[in-house]
């Protein structure tokens, strides 16, 4: 074969390696063999001296030429390698920006927590300061402190649940008016206090009654304090609460901390009053009790029930809840199925 003919061979291999080169290291592999210092367009030139002189002249412009096109190619096999690689990338890669958004959810507060922050600024706005007591309460507080001694008959009026024979869940947020009342310094003015909290009772759970619930207690203990006073305040949080149409009603009650005692009741939201399976047909639901001091709790706190006196209350977080968003039973409140939950959500959740 004389070197026309090989350039000739050369130049069908050449281009056919250079297409089928499969990837960039491999084409590399191809560049360096023809193209190279030591590759076969050089490797022709070194054997230039067995060609006639006369023809050394087109030998070299057929080798040059044939590097123009090799180098031409390469170039051009390379551009497509990169552009198979980006498009292999994209295609791996691509983004249905028509699926839809994956939703995060959102928790919202509990309702009861509702009611509660709103009770809170409300009473805030009145002048009371929000005091925080133990759930795990001692006999001293939850009873003795509130003159209900040992033994007093109207300690089965909440069945407790005792942790040891001194220990308690607390029964009624009460407790923690005895603790305020006792650290509070009267010298600097009277005591003005709100405490929410949990509270636990061994009551057979139903739609109004249920064994864990949340109260708010309110203490207030000045001088001349009457019972007016009393009745100001809770009539101005039912309309607070429930609006200026709602019905309620104070009766007489008994507590052993209070004298004279009360209940309010607010009129059903079920039945507007006439009666139903939610109310017990009594047409009323009870939201708190109430009343003023008695002395010998004022006694306990080291004052002269002579000269200071007050009022106080207990309210049920969950049943002002049951009649402001018409719930007709108290275990949706701790059963905790987000769909009964969330439709309290309210704009700043
Ligand atoms: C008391 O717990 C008194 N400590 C309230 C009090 C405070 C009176 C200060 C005087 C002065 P009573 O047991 O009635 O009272 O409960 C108060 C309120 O808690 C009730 O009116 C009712 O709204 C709510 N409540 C009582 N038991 C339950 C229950 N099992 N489930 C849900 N709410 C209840």
């Known amino acids: 074969m004389d070197l026309f003919e090989k350039i000739a061979k050369l ?13 960039e290291k491999k084409l590399n592999d191809v560049r360096v063999a023809l193209v190279g210092k030591k590759g076969q367009l050089t490797e022709i030139l070194h054997s230039m001296k067995e060609v006639a002189p006369e023809n050394r002249r087109e030998v070299g412009q057929k080798v040059n030429e044939l590097r123009d096109i090799f180098n031409a190619r390469l170039d051009k096999a390379k551009d497509n390698l990169l552009k198979k690689l980006v498009e292999e990338k994209l295609a791996k ?11 995060t959810y959102m928790g919202s507060k509990h309702v009861i927590r509702i009611i509660q922050d709103d009770l809170e600024k409300f009473f805030i706005g009145m002048g009371f300061k929000v005091v925080q007591g133990p759930e795990i309460e001692n006999e001293h507080y939850n009873f003795e402190m509130l003159n209900l001694p040992k033994d007093h008959p109207a300690r089965d009026m909440q069945a407790t649940f005792f942790v040891d024979p001194s220990h308690l869940l607390r029964s009624q947020t009460s407790p923690v008016q005895a603790r305020t009342m006792e650290k509070h310094d009267f010298e600097n003015g009277a ?22 619930f949340a109260q708010m207690e309110g203490l207030v203990v000045d001088k001349n304090i009457t019972m ?15 609006g200026q149409d709602r019905e309620t009603r104070l009766r007489p009650s008994y507590f052993p901390f209070t004298e004279p005692s009360v209940e309010m009741d607010v009129s059903c939201f079920n039945c507007d009053g006439k009666g139903c399976s939610v109310c017990k047909n009594t047409g009323w639901i009870e939201v708190l009790g109430a009343g003023m001091v008695h002395p010998n709790v004022i006694r306990n706190a080291g004052l002269d029930p002579k000269v200071y006196g007050g009022f106080a209350f207990g309210l049920g977080l969950d049943r002002f809840a049951i009649l402001k968003y018409g719930v007709d039973d108290i275990r949706d409140f701790y059963t905790n199925d987000v769909r009964f939950l969330t439709q309290f959500r309210q704009e700043e959740d």
């Open 11 to 23: 130049r069908e291999d050449g281009l056919a390696q250079i297409q089928t080169a499969e990837n």
């Open 93 to 103: 890669e691509a983004i249905d920006v028509t699926l839809p958004g994956r939703k």
């Open 191 to 212: 005591l003005k206090m709100i405490s929410p909290g949990k509270v636990y009772r061994r009551d057979d759970d139903d739609a109004t009654h249920s064994h864990q």
């Open 228 to 242: 007016g006073d009393l009745k100001g305040t809770l009539e101005a949080v039912a309309k607070h609460v429930f």
